[in-house]
């Protein structure tokens, strides 16, 4: 200072100080937080030295943390990147690396770009100008994005290549009420373009061009509560029916889809229609016949009953008569038995309509099977031992009940007995014998008579099949169809030459709606 002195000022330097440190603590701040995000972030300065990188960048590139603190260039970054093989492979790689370069200076954000590493990830890149200068670099790895979208595609492809295979036209409407999804069969159905539906987009639009086909409001207005009305009461399965305007039947309903979003399918069910009026009119049709051909058995078997009673009453007189020579006493047996034999094709044939009219009822009861067959032996135990045979008899002590009608399943068991005895010969065997177990009785007929062929086995229960035993007729089908109606079933068991056993099962506890209360026996 002049004078040989000193001239001191002083400056106040708190406020510049605390600027720089709370800027220092805001790119701290900043730094920070771009270290715990999961995108890949590196910042050029001004002379396209890098100035920053968060942790994610190092780790996406695999790069040395001691080159990246050295502040390497840009353009040596992208050097060794490419040295690793950590960038698109391209074939002009300079002109490439020059257009890189040429994002420092710019004002306004670069598009988006995506990477294609060798390795077979997929990067995308936003490049964007800092404020402070240079270039911020943001990467993003979409691999797993992609993968997930191209699934996606192709599971939306896969769904649609499916609807288009279907018969039905099918329509899906998003929760906004906009069309989004439907197949080939829908235009078709309709008589509309794909190009009408996209512009139509939302449902009412849909359906105005659908009402050409179809002008009922009714339809529309209750589909659309469906589609549109986010209520749970709304949102539930419907169906229903109507006709088009050129005849056709459709048959339409609506599934709500777990995202909101609501499926409406329409099936063209004319064809289907038709065939059950026609099924029906065929029902009908047999009805009536069957009801017609039950008054003419019934009309017929009436009419054969009559002069048979007489018959048989007349031979009888005529056996009784002692005056009458032997012969004649014969013949007039003959005749007896003959017409009683008639009488009895006749009540067979009668049981075998009432059934197949399901006009049959079962009268259950508590039955003892060890009576049951005793009774049935008696019935036939004399014609048996007539042709020189023997009738066994072989039924369980101890054998429980069972639930049934106790006249039908004799009659099944009268039938059996008289084929064996119309099979054995002199010498020869019948065994009746009951089983038990847990859930039925088994009740075998067995004879040792020739036998079945094995080629009429399978045949032996039909009706009007000529047999060796005892030619065509009912009999063994009306024991099939008594033990089904208890709810069991019937078998044969023979092999020619050595006999034949034919098998009745039946279950414990039958059951008819004209069962009477129960009876329990001691």
Same mark, same amino acid.
């Given at each position: 200072?002049?004078?040989?002195?000193?001239?001191?000022?002083?400056?106040?330097?708190?406020?510049?100080?605390?600027?720089?440190?709370?800027?220092?603590?805001?790119?701290?701040?900043?730094?920070?937080?771009?270290?715990?995000?999961?995108?890949?972030?590196?910042?050029?300065?001004?002379?396209?030295?890098?100035?920053?990188?968060?942790?994610?960048?190092?780790?996406?590139?695999?790069?040395?943390?001691?080159?990246?603190?050295?502040?390497?260039?840009?353009?040596?970054?992208?050097?060794?990147?490419?040295?690793?093989?950590?960038?698109?492979?391209?074939?002009?790689?300079?002109?490439?690396?020059?257009?890189?370069?040429?994002?420092?200076?710019?004002?306004?954000?670069?598009?988006?770009?995506?990477?294609?590493?060798?390795?077979?990830?997929?990067?995308?890149?936003?490049?964007?100008?800092?404020?402070?200068?240079?270039?911020?670099?943001?990467?993003?790895?979409?691999?797993?994005?992609?993968?997930?979208?191209?699934?996606?595609?192709?599971?939306?492809?896969?769904?649609?290549?499916?609807?288009?295979?279907?018969?039905?036209?099918?329509?899906?409407?998003?929760?906004?009420?906009?069309?989004?999804?439907?197949?080939?069969?829908?235009?078709?159905?309709?008589?509309?373009?794909?190009?009408?539906?996209?512009?139509?987009?939302?449902?009412?639009?849909?359906?105005?061009?659908?009402?050409?086909?179809?002008?009922?409001?009714?339809?529309?207005?209750?589909?659309?509560?469906?589609?549109?009305?986010?209520?749970?009461?709304?949102?539930?399965?419907?169906?229903?029916?109507?006709?088009?305007?050129?005849?056709?039947?459709?048959?339409?309903?609506?599934?709500?889809?777990?995202?909101?979003?609501?499926?409406?399918?329409?099936?063209?069910?004319?064809?289907?229609?038709?065939?059950?009026?026609?099924? &029906? +009119?065929? /029902?009908? !049709?047999?009805?009536? *016949?069957?009801? @017609?051909?039950? #008054?003419?058995?019934? =009309?017929?078997?009436?009419?054969?009953?009559?002069?048979?009673?007489?018959?048989?009453?007349?031979?009888?007189?005529?056996?009784?008569?002692?005056?009458?020579?032997?012969?004649?006493?014969?013949?007039?047996?003959?005749?007896?038995?003959?017409?009683?034999?008639?009488?009895?094709?006749?009540?067979?044939?009668?049981?075998?309509?009432?059934?197949?009219?399901?006009?049959?009822?079962?009268?259950?009861?508590?039955?003892?099977?060890?009576?049951?067959?005793?009774?049935?032996?008696?019935?036939?135990?004399?014609?048996?031992?007539?042709?020189?045979?023997?009738?066994?008899?072989?039924?369980?002590?101890?054998?429980?009940?069972?639930?049934?009608?106790?006249?039908?399943?004799?009659?099944?068991?009268?039938?059996?007995?008289?084929? &064996? +005895?119309? /099979?054995? !010969?002199?010498?020869? *065997?019948?065994? @009746?014998?009951? #089983?038990?177990?847990? =859930?039925?009785?088994?009740?075998?007929?067995?004879?040792?008579?020739?036998?079945?062929?094995?080629?009429?086995?399978?045949?032996?229960?039909?009706?009007?099949?000529?047999?060796?035993?005892?030619?065509?007729?009912?009999?063994?089908?009306?024991?099939?169809?008594?033990?089904?109606?208890?709810?069991?079933?019937?078998?044969?068991?023979?092999?020619?030459?050595?006999?034949?056993?034919?098998?009745?099962?039946?279950?414990?506890?039958?059951?008819?709606?004209?069962?009477?209360?129960?009876?329990?026996?001691?």
């Amino acid at each position: 200072a002049p004078g040989g002195g000193v001239l001191a000022f002083a400056l106040d330097m708190t406020e510049a100080e605390e600027t720089r440190d709370t800027l220092r603590r805001h790119v701290e701040a900043h730094d920070e937080t771009l270290n715990h995000i999961a995108d890949a972030v590196a910042i050029f300065g001004p002379s396209k030295r890098l100035a920053f990188h968060n942790t994610a960048f190092q780790q996406m590139f695999s790069v040395d943390p001691g080159y990246l603190d050295e502040r390497p260039t840009h353009a040596e970054l992208l050097d060794r990147l490419r040295q690793r093989r950590l960038l698109p492979e391209v074939i002009d790689y300079a002109g490439w690396k020059a257009r890189e370069l040429d994002f420092y200076g710019a004002s306004a954000a670069a598009p988006d770009d995506s990477w294609s590493l060798p390795d077979g990830r997929t990067l995308r890149v936003v490049r964007q100008p800092h404020p402070l200068g240079g270039v911020l670099l943001l990467f993003s790895d979409i691999t797993d994005e992609l993968k997930l979208r191209s699934r996606f595609n192709a599971q939306i492809q896969v769904q649609t290549a499916t609807l288009d295979k279907l018969n039905d036209a099918v329509a899906v409407f998003g929760s906004d009420g906009r069309i989004r999804l439907h197949n080939e069969a829908f235009e078709s159905f309709w008589g509309v373009s794909s190009e009408q539906l996209r512009a139509a987009g939302d449902f009412d639009a849909v359906a105005a061009l659908c009402q050409a086909a179809m002008p009922d409001p009714s339809l529309w207005l209750g589909l659309k509560a469906r589609v549109a009305d986010p209520d749970p009461e709304s949102r539930v399965p419907i169906s229903g029916e109507g006709r088009t305007v050129d005849g056709r039947v459709a048959s339409w309903q609506t599934r709500p889809l777990p995202d909101g979003a609501t499926l409406v399918a329409f099936s063209d069910v004319t064809a289907r229609r038709d065939l059950e009026q026609a099924l &029906a +009119a065929k /029902a009908q !049709a047999l009805e009536e *016949s069957t009801a @017609l051909k039950r #008054e003419f058995v019934g =009309s017929v078997s009436y009419e054969l009953r009559t002069p048979l009673t007489t018959i048989v009453g007349y031979s009888e007189l005529l056996e009784l008569q002692g005056e009458l020579p032997e012969r004649s006493r014969q013949h007039a047996g003959a005749i007896r038995i003959a017409a009683s034999q008639l009488a009895s094709s006749i009540d067979d044939v009668l049981d075998m309509a009432q059934i197949d009219a399901g006009e049959m009822e079962l009268t259950l009861g508590d039955v003892r099977v060890c009576d049951l067959l005793d009774a049935a032996a008696d019935k036939v135990r004399a014609r048996i031992e007539g042709r020189g045979a023997t009738l066994t008899v072989t039924c369980p002590t101890g054998l429980r009940p069972i639930r049934a009608d106790a006249q039908r399943v004799g009659q099944a068991l009268e039938h059996l007995l008289d084929n &064996a +005895a119309r /099979a054995v !010969a002199d010498g020869g *065997s019948v065994n @009746l014998i009951a #089983e038990g177990s847990p =859930s039925e009785v088994r009740i075998r007929v067995e004879d040792t008579g020739r036998g079945i062929p094995y080629h009429l086995q399978a045949h032996v229960f039909d009706r009007f099949v000529r047999r060796e035993r005892g030619g065509p007729g009912v009999g063994l089908a009306l024991v099939k169809a008594l033990v089904e109606l208890h709810g069991g079933w019937a078998e044969v068991e023979s092999e020619p030459g050595k006999g034949a056993a034919f098998i009745l099962h039946l279950p414990l506890e039958a059951a008819s709606v004209a069962a009477p209360p129960e009876l329990r026996l001691g």
